[in-house]
Nanobody, 126 residues
Framework: VQLVESGGASVQAGGSLRLSCVVS??????????VGWFRRADREFVAAVSG?????YYPDSVKGRFTISRDNAKNTTYLQMNNLEPEDTAVYFC?????????????????????WGQGTQVTVSS
């Protein structure tokens, strides 16, 4: 399974970015996978979406500013980030797992995910 992120860039505070994560796999179909976004070396949880796309999860730090979505026809998950703050500066990683989670506590932990991308840099200047 390969995950490739894109969309990272440098923006001013208050700006927006949309990150993309393409999941390539020949074993399972894309809707079998939950996808999450994490940031920084300590893999702070940012957002996750269930395989079916009917459930999304966010920590309080980004709730209301970030939105995760998926386009199952393109095997792609998006992270729309609005009203960016300098504190959002980080390398953002997407991760995938065959979806077995049913609660926030599962989706928000790195241990739930088996596959990771290489990351994309987001820099927010004040």
């Amino acid at each position: 399974v390969q995950l490739v992120e894109s969309g990272g860039a440098s923006v001013q505070a208050g700006g927006s970015l949309r990150l993309s994560c393409v999941v390539s796999d020949h074993t399972y179909i894309f809707t079998d996978y939950a996808v999450g976004w994490f940031r920084r070396a300590d893999r702070e949880f940012v957002a996750a979406v269930s395989g079916t796309g009917d459930r999304a999860y966010y920590p309080d730090s980004v709730k209301g500013r970030f939105t995760i979505s998926r386009d199952n026809a393109k095997n792609t998950t998006y992270l729309q980030m609005n009203n960016l703050e300098p504190e959002d500066t980080a390398v953002y990683f997407c991760a995938a797992t065959v979806d077995y989670c049913s609660a926030y506590s599962c989706y928000a932990t790195t241990r739930a995910y088996d596959y990771w991308g290489q990351g994309t840099q987001v820099t927010v200047s004040s």
